[in-house]
């Protein structure tokens, strides 16, 4: 089987800072790529609060970050990946901009590399159909916050292979996640129910059935939900959750999918959710307020 030794990490946002995060921990030398320094740097600071506080809650020892760490290296030249066992990517939720780098990766990773996307959404063998390796090419998606989230669900197409797809199996577990086998279908398993859910409370607000607090609260308090629904959606990030959306929308047809107007208006307002402090919530105080929508 594959043996996986190195990890490559394209794009650290929200989730791939986590997933270069979990990877490090897990014992892979790992080396992220963002698009100039100070992105690098961001996604360095991101890794580095998430440690600290694994710290303090005493799950983490200072030599375990110190050692963690160690292993990160973060890059602005893709080339620096080409000799990685598996390079996962966690670029923005766009096609295009997906298959233009897997067609570059493809030209310089080293014949055995492993490629594997954590989209949210998108189709597996379109992304694996723009390089040379689909039987290397895999699903892994990660939740949000990754170091915190259990679960990877281990997406194969119809060109990957068994090898690669044990190979992915076990990095998982390596790193001390549970994976679950999901087709390549749009949203796979957790996203297919999740997503509908959050723009159904998104439509909820559209309605005027309750206030932003008091759908999060009723979710939180009447159904055991460790947040509610548009804390959540602020959580995954705005922008994120509407382009997952239009791509559930145009596979299925079916409404539930459709984005809400609500959400591409606060997009379009510049407000993503937690992640640049204003979405349906300000996070600009010591707790976060229900904007005013
Ligand atoms: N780094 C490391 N650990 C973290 C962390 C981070 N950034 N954030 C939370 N944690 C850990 C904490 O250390 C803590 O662990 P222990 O219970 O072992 O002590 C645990 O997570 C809970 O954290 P807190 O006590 O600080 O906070 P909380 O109890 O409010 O929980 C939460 C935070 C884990 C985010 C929880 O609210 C939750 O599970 N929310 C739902 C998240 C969810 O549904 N994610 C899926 C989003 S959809 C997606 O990801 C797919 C997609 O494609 C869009
Ligand atoms: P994000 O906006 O936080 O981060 C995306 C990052 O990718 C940015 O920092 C950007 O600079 C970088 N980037 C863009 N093009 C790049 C390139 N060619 N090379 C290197 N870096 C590049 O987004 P995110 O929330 O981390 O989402 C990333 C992917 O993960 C998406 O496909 C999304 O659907 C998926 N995902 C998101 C969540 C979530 O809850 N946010 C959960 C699971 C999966």
């Given at each position: 089987m594959t043996q996986i030794r190195s990890v490559g990490v394209v794009g650290g946002g929200l989730m791939g800072s986590g997933i270069a995060q979990v990877s490090a921990q897990g014992g892979y030398p790992t080396i992220l790529r963002e698009l100039d320094d100070a992105l690098c740097d961001k996604a360095r600071a991101s890794i580095e609060r998430s440690l600290q506080k694994a710290i303090e809650k005493g799950k983490l020892t200072a030599e375990q970050r110190d050692a963690t760490l160690?292993?990160?290296?973060?890059?602005?030249?893709?080339?620096?990946?080409?000799?990685?066992?598996l390079v996962i990517e966690a670029v923005v939720e766009h096609l295009d901009t997906k298959r233009a780098l897997w067609r570059s990766l493809d030209a310089l990773a080293a014949p055995h590399t492993m490629f594997a996307s954590n989209t949210s959404s998108l189709s597996i063998v379109d992304q694996a159909a723009a390089t040379k390796r689909g039987d290397r090419f895999v699903g892994l998606h990660f939740f949000n916050p990754v170091p915190a989230m259990r679960l990877?669900?281990?997406?194969r197409t119809v060109t990957t292979s068994d090898d690669t797809v044990d190979a992915a199996f076990d990095f998982v577990r390596a790193i001390g996640k549970e994976p679950i086998a999901a087709k390549?279908?749009?949203?796979?398993v957790v996203n297919l129910l999740l997503v509908p859910y959050m723009l159904?409370?998104?439509?909820?607000?559209?309605?005027?059935?309750?206030?932003v607090q008091d759908?999060?609260?009723?979710?939180?308090?009447?159904?055991?939900?460790?947040?509610?629904?548009?804390?959540?959606?602020?959580?995954?990030?705005?922008?994120?959750?509407?382009?997952?959306?239009?791509?559930?929308?145009?596979?299925?047809?079916?409404?539930?999918?459709?984005?809400?107007?609500l959400l591409s208006r606060l997009v379009a307002a510049g407000?993503?959710?937690?992640?640049?402090?204003?979405?349906?919530?300000?996070?600009?105080?010591?707790?976060p307020a229900p904007n005013a929508l």
């Open positions: 160690g292993r990160l290296t973060f890059v602005t030249h893709l080339e620096r990946l080409a000799a990685c066992d990877v669900e281990d997406v390549d279908s749009p949203g796979f159904d409370a998104v439509r909820a607000v559209e309605r005027g059935v309750a206030s759908i999060d609260t009723g979710m939180q308090l009447g159904a055991g939900h460790p947040m509610g629904p548009l804390a959540l959606c602020d959580y995954v990030g705005l922008d994120t959750l509407q382009k997952v959306a239009e791509i559930m929308w145009a596979a299925y047809r079916e409404p539930r999918y459709a984005p809400p107007p407000m993503l959710g937690k992640k640049n402090g204003r979405g349906f919530y300000d996070y600009s105080g010591d707790r």
